[in-house]
């Protein structure tokens, strides 16, 4: 089976507090559904929203919407990925 590479767009973020007063920041990138998607009825393109990693959290800047988003991941002590970092690339459609 062909594994189609996802491409993520970056279409905005926000810093805000949690009910903790912990500071954080999620990134909302969007991706083209691939034919695995649509056949699970979905179409178009796809929002994601990600977490970003304390080390990384408030570090976004306006200029990086638009560009591409490349996550990072690390398997965590309950044996799931995890984001660990990420980078940001111009886009080239």
């Known amino acids: 089976m062909k594994m189609n590479k996802v491409r993520f767009q970056v279409l905005g973020y926000r810093n805000f507090t949690s009910k ?26 796809r929002a994601t929203d990600f977490f970003l990693p304390d080390d990384r959290v408030g570090t976004l800047k306006p200029d990086c919407v ?11 002590g309950f044996g799931r990925p995890s984001l660990s970092g990420f980078q940001l690339a111009p886009w080239k459609a």
């Open 66 to 76: 638009g560009m591409e988003f490349i996550p990072e991941y690390e398997i965590n």
């Open 20 to 45: 903790a007063n912990k500071p954080l920041t999620v990134i909302t990138v969007g991706s083209d559904c691939t034919p695995e998607d649509n056949t699970a009825g979905r179409f178009g393109v």
